[in-house]
């Protein structure tokens, strides 16, 4: 079965850490791959997408994800963590426009 | 360009009572899709329209759960009876049809709570 797991359900980072959220897929061949973020009493905003290609992807709000095929994962990094990146992050794979997600991890930043 | 949106962003009802939210896409967005978040959890899809044609509603629960896309366009999602356990945030989202793995965008959402 298709399935997607964030092993962090809670994460904590003082602000200007670096930042890295786990992203692990079970599909049977290569999915599409994504990251949402989504905030309190907001929808999922989409940060990066990964299709083919490049395997370190950059996207927006200064956030890149790398696909490690092997190890089946995509986990979502940041350099530098800023206080309004707290939120609730959302690892997601599909294939033909059906999306799986994970069940999140939620991103506190301590001032 | 606008977003998709959705209406209303919070309901409140009883019990076996019911609901009706609306989505409206993203403008030339062919794909249309329902999901049910529950507190703590990721969205799950209820119900998946290729312009007004059902591609997916193999999670919807159907003895209470309807929803239409009459003109391809906008949308309607239905809870007739609720129950406590529906409770939870509606999301929509929309993808055009020329976005190779059919990147989805999303509404802000209706929070929907039962008592």
């Known amino acids: 079965a298709q399935s997607v797991t964030q092993p962090d359900i809670h994460i904590t980072v003082s602000e200007g850490a670096s930042l890295e959220l786990r992203c692990n897929y079970s599909?049977?061949?290569?999915?599409?791959l994504f990251w949402y973020v989504q905030s309190p009493g907001q929808g999922l905003q989409l940060l990066l997408k990964?299709?083919?290609?490049?395997?370190l992807v950059q996207g927006i709000k200064g956030f890149e994800a790398e696909f490690k095929r092997s190890q089946s994962s995509f986990n979502l990094r940041k350099p530098s963590v800023h206080w309004s990146d707290a939120a609730e992050y959302f690892c997601?794979?599909?294939?033909?426009?059906?999306?799986?997600f994970g069940t999140g991890t939620r991103l506190q930043v301590t001032l | 360009e606008a977003g998709v949106a959705q209406s209303p962003r919070y309901k409140i009802i009883e019990k076996r009572q019911s609901v009706a939210f609306w989505c409206n896409p993203i403008s030339g967005h062919a794909t249309l899709y329902w999901y049910q978040q529950i507190l703590g959890q990721g969205p799950k899809l209820l119900i998946q329209?290729?312009?007004?044609?059902?591609?997916?509603d193999s999670q919807l629960p159907k003895d209470r759960f309807s929803a239409e896309r009459l003109k391809g366009v906008d949308s309607t999602l239905k809870i007739q009876p609720a129950k406590l356990e529906d409770s939870a945030v509606y999301l929509c989202a929309s993808s055009p049809s020329n976005d190779r793995g059919g990147t989805q965008y999303f509404g802000p959402g209706t929070r929907l709570l039962v008592l």
């Open positions: 997601a794979a599909g294939t033909a426009s059906k999306l799986t």
């Open positions: 990964y299709f083919s290609g490049d395997t």
């Open positions: 599909y049977g061949a290569t999915p599409y």
């Open positions: 329209f290729q312009n007004n044609g059902v591609v997916d």
